[in-house]
């Protein structure tokens, strides 16, 4: 089958890299990149400049889409600093692409598959793990609004206006861009730091373990769960466990001397992560089998060849 697909926050940072893989699929015939801002000259899919608020008018009339990767939304920490954007972009949002889906299913009488990126934020109880049948439980504005996105999504899902998947991703490392200081992600920036021989401070204690994973497994399951048939409505993406001591360690076999890696815990992003779960599990480990890395060292081994540092 060529699929038709259109993903939202296509010019972020995992959008494109989501975007970039669909079109470089066989079965997919055209990939439209939704977001606000341009992207690059060049991308793989068919750029299409809008906010979410103007999804009907922005897409081509006669466009019907087979799958969506829904990624846009706006960040843990500006959530926490402007919740009313955040309800604006994670909640309003998904609600304005539920109702061009639904219009898709009306037209086609098929609903289109619809991915919601969702994040390890929709928990708040801690614990060592937490697997999809784990109850959320969110104590931000992001993992708030997440949570609502999911339920509208599982809703929808019930009335079959779409065929809908929702998929919680860990801290995805190792980001190469950041607009701001390091926050819950801050594991790429102390790798990427160490790597270039710098010291980093951490803004959590050394030992605070964090549910992280690769970039590329996070994209991988993304596509998987766009186009290939899903186990359950809600999946998981595992996760490795990490802190900065952690990653320090991990990352000093890749440098030329020992990275020095300090702390100082700073309380907003303590607050974001209270009550996280240190590991995402799977109930369904088959379907994410060979997508996901046994370690740290391994997601940095394939960052060090691919960018060719040392």
Known sequence: MNHRVLVTGASGFLGARI??????????????G???????????WRPVVAGLNRLGD????????????HGAALTSQASEADPDAAYAVNVEGTRAV??????????????PRLVLLSSVSV???????????????????????KLIAERLVLDATRRGAVDGVVLRLPISTIRT?????????FVSDLILQALRGEPFTAPLPLDHRLPVGSVAS?????????????????????????????????????CAAN?????????????????????????????????????????????VAAHAVA
């Open 58 to 69: 922005a897409l081509p009339r006669d466009w019907v889409a087979d799958a969506v990767v």
């Open 34 to 44: 939704l977001d606000r801002a341009e992207p690059p000259p060049g991308v793989p």
């Open 177 to 185: 861009e950041r607009s701001g200081k390091p926050g819950a992600g």
């Open 98 to 111: 539920l109702g061009r889906c639904q219009a898709w299913a009306e037209r086609t009488g098929r609903p």
């Open 19 to 32: 975007a970039a893989a669909l079109a470089a699929e066989p079965m997919v015939a055209e990939v439209l």
């Open 218 to 254: 996070s994209v991988a399951l993304a596509v998987r769960a766009a186009l290939h048939a899903a186990p359950g409505r809600v999946l998981h993406a595992p996760s490795l466990t990490v802190s900065a001591a952690s990653a320090r360690d991990d990352v000093a076999r890749f």
């Open 259 to 303: 990275p020095v890696v300090t702390a100082a815990p700073d309380p907003l992003v303590d607050r974001l992560v209270a009550g996280w779960p240190k590991r995402l599990s799977t109930l369904y480990p088959g379907w994410s089998a060979r997508l996901t890395e046994l370690s740290l060292a391994e997601v940095i081994r394939r960052h």
């Open 123 to 145: 928990f708040g109880g801690g614990g060592e793990a937490a697997d999809e049948a784990t109850p959320p439980d969110p104590r931000t504005t992001y993992g708030t609004t």
